[in-house]
């Protein structure tokens, strides 16, 4: 007796969530904070070999890249590398900003999992996303579901410090592996918000541009107790308070006149510049992020003045953060000239332009599609995104650029609160559920 012809071994199953909230625990886990110019911190190199370490595990080659001694990205190609497609390139980055631990309710590297959400720094910003992906390209390698254009993968180091370690480096010294790239998706868009009943994913399609301004005011030293005409703190403080002072005007973009006309229409108005900001309050906790992408903004952040009381320093110094609208960047040093007005340097700790990517093709497509599937009764608009990103560096390579890291929220979570926040966190569904929508948005592109 014999039994047949031999059957081929049952195909993997596929579960692009499986792995997803451990993973993320697993990044949050490894410090990688990043303090930015003082240059402390343990960097990004173990995060980024535990990331090449799970690459490699289901086949793809990884390659690390150190800028400095610990600072350091993974690069990676995947897909079918051999189609004449464009590529497309999916960014998130490794590094955090830093997390008083007395601050907050768990210890903020625990990754400890509690009432629904998983928490942690980084857990929005965005070792969430990093999950999100690392699981659907692994589930997608080991069950042969490989899409059919060439996908290069990057995790970045520096991002929270301007990516000039990170993104920076691997777009002027390794261009080669981002060669063919016409498309990137990152982080900060995707995520839903709830306005009238309504969930509303918000897809990042624009950034405001980034200056970062140091201000040094000169003056003569002197005793304290004397009279002074030249004194640099004054002269720094009322430049410091006229641009806090400042109310700039509203500017709508084509990405926010998007967004908001589709909040005008369930509120039944028409979006206008004079409503904006109405319609803007539509989005509760939200509204400090977008009511921030409506204008141009420059808010004051550091100050540093002299030695000992009764002596007038030769110097003071200031920095602002100051965040310019696509289009509207001319307006915006205009006005910080003439608000800081004569006998005040300006330098640019970093200064880097606004981008908006227009809201049409077939990756929108895509991402809209494979939200629908998972949330069919949702609304899908483009957003202008007040901070940066890594895509302000791989936009230099010509590449169209999109910010979808999905996420299916709450309405009652202050999610952009989080972001940098004290007890960040993210709902542990919403992360099974950004697996699912990018692993249907992987079949799309």
């Not at 990205?73 to 631990?101: F, I, K, M």
């Not at 899409?147 to 480096?169: K, N, Q, S, W, Y």
């Not at 608009?381 to 010509?398: E, Q």
Request: proline share 6%; glycine share 10%.
């Amino acid at each position: 007796m014999t039994d047949g012809p031999a059957q081929p071994p049952p195909a993997p199953s596929s579960d692009p969530a499986a792995e997803v909230v451990d993973l993320c625990r697993d990044l949050i886990r490894i410090d990688t904070t990043n303090y930015g110019a003082t240059g402390d911190g343990p960097g990004e190199r173990k995060a980024a070999e535990h990331v090449a370490a799970l690459l490699d595990e289901v086949g793809i080659e990884a390659r690390l890249y150190e800028s400095e001694p610990g600072r350091t990205s993974v690069v990676a190609q995947w897909g079918e590398t051999t189609s004449d497609r464009d590529g497309l390139l999916l960014h998130g980055h490794l590094d955090v900003v830093p997390a008083a631990a007395e601050d907050w309710a768990v210890d903020p590297f625990s990754g400890e999992i509690r009432d629904g959400y998983l928490w942690g720094r980084g857990a929005v910003d965005m070792k969430d996303f990093d999950a999100i992906l690392l699981s659907v390209v692994r589930d997608r390698q080991r069950t042969g579901r490989i899409p059919d254009r060439p996908i290069t993968l990057c995790f970045t180091a520096d991002e929270e410090a301007g990516g000039h370690l990170g993104a920076e480096v691997l777009v002027e010294k390794h261009a080669d592996e981002l060669e063919g790239c016409a498309e990137a998706v990152g982080e900060v868009g995707g995520f839903s918000a709830t306005v009238r009943g309504r969930r509303v994913y918000l897809v990042e399609a624009a950034e405001k541009g980034m200056a970062w301004m140091r201000l040094t005011a000169r003056g003569r030293a002197g005793h304290g107790s004397m009279i002074n005409g030249d004194n640099a703190v004054t002269a720094l403080s009322a430049a410091v308070a006229r641009i806090g002072a400042h109310e700039w005007p509203v500017r709508l973009t084509p990405a926010m006149r998007t967004l908001l006309g589709a909040v005008g229409e369930l509120a039944g108005t028409e979006a206008t510049p004079d409503n904006a900001e109405a319609l803007v309050e539509e989005f509760g906790g939200a509204v400090r992020m977008l009511g921030a992408v409506i204008r141009n903004t420059a808010n004051p952040t550091m100050l540093g003045a002299g030695y000992k009381v009764n002596v007038v320093p030769s110097e003071a110094t200031a920095h602002v953060d100051g965040r310019f609208l696509p289009g509207y960047e001319d307006e915006f040093f205009a006005t910080i000239a003439e608000l800081v007005g004569d006998g005040i340097d300006i330098d640019y700790v970093s200064n880097q332009p606004p981008w908006e990517t227009p809201y049409d093709g077939d990756l929108v497509d895509a991402m809209t599609r494979s939200l629908l599937a998972e949330d069919d009764e949702a609304i899908v608009a483009p957003y202008l995104m007040s901070g940066g990103t890594d895509a302000k560096h791989f936009r230099k390579l010509g590449m169209r650029s999109y910010g979808f890291a999905p996420l299916r929220l709450p309405a009652d979570l202050d999610f952009t609160a989080l972001f940098h926040g004290v007890d960040e966190r993210v709902p542990v569904d919403a992360l099974t559920f950004g697996a699912r929508v990018f692993d249907r948005f992987l079949d799309e592109v």
